[in-house]
């Protein structure tokens, strides 16, 4: 029943910049994680960045230096700023919020929104 809804993504020349959001409906309950991942056309998903409910965060080397992901927790928002962004940054990204209720843990995805960089 909750809803992740994504937006920001676009195209972009390389060495551009982007910035994602996904907000998740209050009826998510027990956030312990929220997290961008990507899926790049015949690749597997992978992790671009998560943030925990202490605040930590962990990034794909691939992205370190250049992404940051950050929140809102009244707003239960969940951002991912990207900057010099290149051509194989190119993929679908995909929010995620993990929760943890009681004994039971659930995964929430996104739609996903198509980030291009291409000159």
């Known amino acids: 029943q909750g809803q992740l809804v994504e937006s920001g993504g676009g195209l972009v020349q390389p060495g551009g910049s982007l910035r994602l959001s996904c907000a998740a409906s209050g009826s998510i309950f027990g956030i312990v994680s929220m997290g961008w991942y990507r899926q790049a056309p015949g690749e597997q998903r992978e992790l671009v960045a998560v943030?925990?409910?202490?605040?930590?965060?962990n990034y794909a080397d691939s992205v370190k230096g250049r992404f940051t992901i950050s929140r809102d927790i009244a707003k239960n928002t969940v951002y991912l700023q990207m900057v010099s962004l290149k051509p194989e940054d190119t993929a679908v990204y995909y929010c995620?919020?993990?929760?943890?209720?009681?004994?039971?843990?659930?995964?929430?995805w996104g739609q996903g929104t198509q980030v291009t960089v291409s000159s």
């Open positions: 995620c919020v993990g929760t943890e209720v009681g004994s039971l843990g659930s995964e929430y």
């Open positions: 943030i925990t409910s202490a605040g930590s965060t």
